[in-house]
Structure formats: structure tokens, C-alpha cells
């Protein structure tokens, strides 16, 4: 009688690229294996050191995470930390890849290997936005500068497989970003893809910039280029507000006395809008599940990238977004040569 042995969920990790320096991904790592996910971090052993049990290296000192052209830079060098590291998972020594590089050459590398899944249109960056007590789902983040409405229908049901898989939201509500909330707002792929999404469960049509964290939406659909300013904006704004109360809780000792007693709370606010919490943005659109945390995170932050890949793949985010897209009939009908030879979608 033989037994058959499977292998513990695997996650592969570029390290290269990551503002804080491959050890500190390393420690993020063992966090994440401390959880019982093996990963295997691809970047220069040298500077990785010694690592956790449960956590393997293999040396890939070779980044592309800065080059301007990330698809030519994939196409150049086949030794780079990130091309190995999807390698890995296409060839099923991993089950999910985190990056934490540039967000272009994952997923350039992605789509010449991996490939879009069949019948979707472009992949889209979908990212959770810590807004408390309403966080909310943003897609397009940043991997299509241009879209057709086709390309937003299939984003809507996309971020709503996510949300129901990943984050456990039943029957997530899902609007346009635009300029007003009437059906007669927006430019013409806004409009056509509001026609097209009108039947779809859970569809509550448009939302402005300024319900944006209100707790209207589960998921707010744009384009990438949109996606990508509306999230630099808040971003900004959160972190000057949040500056101005510091410098204002400094300004005198009263003001001083009251931030001690304010810490506590505050504290708690600070953890709910980190945004290392989430883990940083899913590419939703491929045949495997891929994570890239933004390259300033630290250890925590890649342990949660690691923890929501694995979390994506238990739950199948990739299977269950293709089949909302086939039973709402979002899938595109001319699948051929064209779908195997995917184009890069531009970054902003």
C-alpha cells in the first residue's frame, strides 16, 4: 500500500525591490510559515541570511523591480528574482507569488506565464482600502490606463467574487466611480458599462469621489488610471490630515496631556487604516493568484501579503471570480491565438 504525501500551501516571493531590504521580507516570512505556509523567497542569498523554519531561498540576486520597460525587462532577463519566482508557480512548486517590486514587472512576468484566465479581458489591481469602519474594495488600481466598458463589467464581477471569497461580505454592492450619480454621468465607457451592469445583483450604479469610505460600496469600479489618482489622493490626504493632529496634539501641554489620553483610541484607529494590514493589492484576472504589497511595507505587512495569498488560493479566488464571470456571461467570446499571447496592460 503507498501513501501519498501533498505538500504544505506554498507561497513564492520576490524579494527584490522592497524599500525595507530583503531581510526584513525574510522576517515576514517566517511570521507567515510561524502560520503553517511554507514559502520560498527568491532573491540574493547574501543578503537574505540565515531563515526561518519552513521558509526556503533560492538565489535570484537579479532585479528588474526599477527597470522603466517591465516587459522587455521580463523578455531580458529570465534570471531575475521575479521571473523565477513566477516560474515556481507555474510549474507548481508554489501555489501563489507575492511581490514586492514593481508592480509592472509582476505582472508582465504573470501574463507571459501564467496568462490571463480564459474569456477575461485584462487583469485588474484590485485593492482594499482601510476606510474605518467601511473598507472597501478598489479596482482598477493601476494596471489599465484605458478601458472599454467590457473591461468594467468584468472588474464589477471580479471585485465582487473577491469580496465574497476573500473578505466574506455577502451579496457586496458594487458602483461605478464617476462624476455624478445619475446613469447619464460619465464618459462613454462609464456609461456603456452602467447599461451593461444594470442587471447584475447587487449593482447600485454610480458613486461620486466624495462618498468614496462612506460605506455605500463593497466595491468601486474605475479605470486604472482614475483608480490610481482617487487612491493617491486619499492616500495624501489621510497622511496629512493624520499630521496635522500630531503636530496639533504637540502644539502645548494641554494639548499634550489630552493625546495621552487620547493614545489608546488612537492606537486603535492607526491599526484599522494600516495598510499593511491588507496586504496589499490582488491582480484579479490571471490563471494564478498573485499579491503585490506596496514596497515600503515592512515585516508585518509582507506576512499579511503572504497570508492573503494563501487565503486567495484556499478559497479559490481565481476558480470562483472565472465562474461569476461565465454565469453572468462577462467572459469574452473570440478566445484563440489572441488569448495566449496576452499584451501588457499599461501601468500609471
Do not use: C, W, Y
Request: charged share 20%.
Amino acid at each position: 500500500m503507498t501513501t501519498t504525501t501533498t505538500r504544505a500551501l506554498t507561497v513564492a516571493v520576490d524579494v527584490n525591490g522592497a524599500d525595507k531590504g530583503p531581510v526584513e521580507v525574510a522576517r515576514g516570512a517566517a511570521r507567515a510559515a510561524a502560520g503553517g505556509i511554507r514559502v520560498i523567497l527568491f532573491g540574493p542569498a547574501a543578503s537574505i541570511g540565515a531563515v526561518a523554519d519552513g521558509v526556503e531561498v533560492v538565489d535570484a540576486p537579479v532585479s528588474i523591480a526599477k527597470d522603466p520597460d517591465p516587459a522587455r525587462a521580463v523578455r531580458a532577463n529570465p534570471s531575475s528574482s521575479i521571473v523565477q519566482a513566477v516560474a515556481a508557480v507555474a510549474a507548481g512548486d508554489a501555489d501563489a507569488l507575492v511581490s514586492g517590486g514593481s508592480t509592472g514587472a509582476a505582472l508582465a512576468a504573470s501574463l507571459f506565464t501564467f496568462k490571463r484566465a480564459r474569456g477575461v479581458h485584462r487583469p485588474a489591481l484590485a485593492l482594499i482600502v482601510p476606510v474605518p469602519g467601511a473598507p472597501f474594495l478598489l479596482l482598477d488600481a493601476g494596471a489599465n490606463v484605458e478601458v472599454r466598458p467590457e473591461h468594467l463589467v468584468q472588474f464589477a464581477h471580479m471585485g465582487a467574487a473577491f469580496m465574497e471569497a476573500v473578505m466574506g461580505v455577502a451579496s457586496p454592492r458594487v458602483a461605478l466611480l464617476s462624476n455624478g450619480t445619475e446613469a447619464s454621468k460619465g464618459p462613454e465607457n462609464v456609461l456603456a458599462a452602467h447599461a451593461a451592469l444594470a442587471g447584475m445583483p447587487g449593482f447600485i450604479g454610480n458613486v461620486e469621489g466624495f462618498a468614496i469610505g462612506t460605506g455605500v460600496a463593497d466595491v468601486i469600479v474605475a479605470d486604472g488610471f482614475t483608480g490610481n489618482v482617487a487612491l493617491k489622493v486619499m492616500e495624501g490626504t489621510s497622511a496629512a490630515l493624520l499630521g496635522a493632529v500630531r503636530g496639533a496634539a504637540m502644539s502645548s501641554l494641554r494639548s499634550r496631556l489630552g493625546g495621552l489620553l487620547l493614545r489608546p483610541a488612537l492606537r486603535g484607529l492607526r491599526s484599522e487604516i494600516d495598510p499593511e494590514e491588507q496586504g496589499g493589492a490582488v491582480l484579479l484576472g490571471l490563471r494564478k493568484l498573485v499579491v503585490v504589497p506596496h514596497g515600503s511595507f515592512g515585516e508585518r505587512g509582507f506576512a499579511r501579503a503572504i497570508e492573503v495569498s494563501a487565503r486567495g488560493v484556499r478559497e479559490d479566488v481565481a476558480g470562483r471570480t472565472h465562474e461569476r464571470l461565465a454565469a453572468a456571461g462577462a467572459l469574452r467570446r473570440a478566445e484563440g491565438a489572441s488569448e495566449a499571447a496576452a499584451s501588457v496592460p499599461e501601468t500609471p
